[in-house]
Antibody
Framework: EVQLVQSGAEVKKPGESLKISCKGS????????IGWVRQMPGKGLEWMGI????????RYSPSFQGQVTISADKSISTAYLQWSSLKASDTAMYYC?????????????WGQGTMVTVSS | SYELTQPLSVSVALGQTARITCGGN??????VHWYQQKPGQAPVLVIY???NRPSGIPERFSGSNSGNTATLTISRAQAGDEADYYC??????????FGGGTKLTVL
């Protein structure tokens, strides 16, 4: 079964760092892009960026460039989303997702989401 | 950057047809994907590349795309179709964007 399993919920303080993960299984992890999507409480989906684990080619939405870092470790089939200094406005659900095909396509496989809460 | 415009809400009577639009500049030249999201759940792909249904998605869901508007059509609407719906396109080879989302209410 193809699936993406994300790390658990996090509660952090402003200024702290954080790295959440998304582990792929049931398919060739290095052959498919992995995207990250933010959903703030009560709001819509926002496309953050994508990474190609095969060569770590990474692209960011202009809104998130410089705010987060997307990476991947193909040896353990895991993609990451990282913050160096969290803000209260980073409080959101974060989803990873895999496209239908090996190109940039519709996301047909989604992780269960990781809730990140940033509060003092 | 490319923008997608969706109505905030759409209402439909039980058993009738709901149409949710997604507007964008010359969106007809792009592949449009649609997602359904129910409260507390991850999004689910319901239409890809304008009009294709993934396996497991009822035939009641269909899509079209032309000019500046793409449309998700839900026929014979059921209570279980109540959800938020989002359209998505790839703006370029490197960037993607979601519409703001539409809340579907089945009356």
């Amino acid at each position: 079964e193809v699936q993406l399993v994300q790390s658990g919920a996090e509660v952090k303080k402003p200024g702290e760092s954080l790295k959440i993960s998304c582990k792929g299984s049931g398919y060739s992890f290095t052959s498919y892009w992995i995207g990250w999507v933010r959903q703030m409480p009560g709001k819509g989906l926002e496309w953050m960026g994508i990474i190609y684990p095969g060569d770590s080619d990474t692209r960011y939405s202009p809104s998130f460039q410089g705010q987060v870092t997307i990476s991947a470790d193909k040896s353990i089939s895991t993609a990451y989303l990282q913050w160096s200094s969290l803000k209260a406005s980073d409080t959101a659900m974060y989803y990873c997702a895999r496209p239908l095909t090996t190109s940039r396509d519709a996301f047909d496989i989604w992780g269960q989401g990781t809730m990140v809460t940033v509060s003092s | 950057s490319y923008e997608l415009t969706q109505p905030l809400s759409v209402s439909v009577a039980l058993g009738q047809t709901a149409r949710i639009t997604c507007g964008g500049n010359n969106i007809g030249s792009k592949n449009v994907h649609w997602y359904q999201q129910k409260p507390g759940q991850a999004p689910v792909l319901v239409i890809y590349r304008d009009s294709n249904r993934p396996s497991g998605i009822p035939e009641r869901f269909s899509g079209s795309n032309s000019g500046n508007t793409a449309t998700l059509t839900i026929s014979r609407a059921q209570a279980g179709d109540e959800a938020d719906y989002y359209c998505q396109v790839w703006d370029s080879s490197t960037a993607s964007v979601f519409g703001g989302g539409t809340k579907l209410t089945v009356l």
